[in-house]
């Protein structure tokens, strides 16, 4: 359709920068041109947002990224909180299992720290 990619990334909870707004957005554009124009956009979605964004949590995040033991350290970070989430969910289903009738395999076929319930009005 002629749609380039684009990409919201947010470092708020893999980073614990709560309120920080630390985050990027990429934009894959066809030319210069488009480039210049998606930036001239984006500044003034920025300007309207907030004038002056905190720092912070941009500086944690380029401070963790730009040196090699502190992001393989973050990334280990990364697996052991996911992992735990991984085991909470399992746990979750197999009481929820032992307690109903009902199929609850949706707990673990998703990932991440939220999850859609399948409740429904019922």
Partial sequence: NGLQPWACI??????????ERAGAVVASCASAREASAVRGHLGKLARALYSNPPAFGARV???????????????ECLVVMSGRIADMRAKLRSALEARTARDWSH???????????????Q
């Fill in 61 to 75: 995040v380029d401070a963790v990224l730009a040196d090699a033991a502190l992001e393989a350290r973050w990334r």
């Fill in 10 to 19: 947010s470092f708020s909870k893999n980073f614990g920068l709560y309120s």
């Fill in 107 to 121: 707990i673990t076929s998703q990932v991440g720290m939220f999850s859609y319930t399948g409740l429904n009005k």
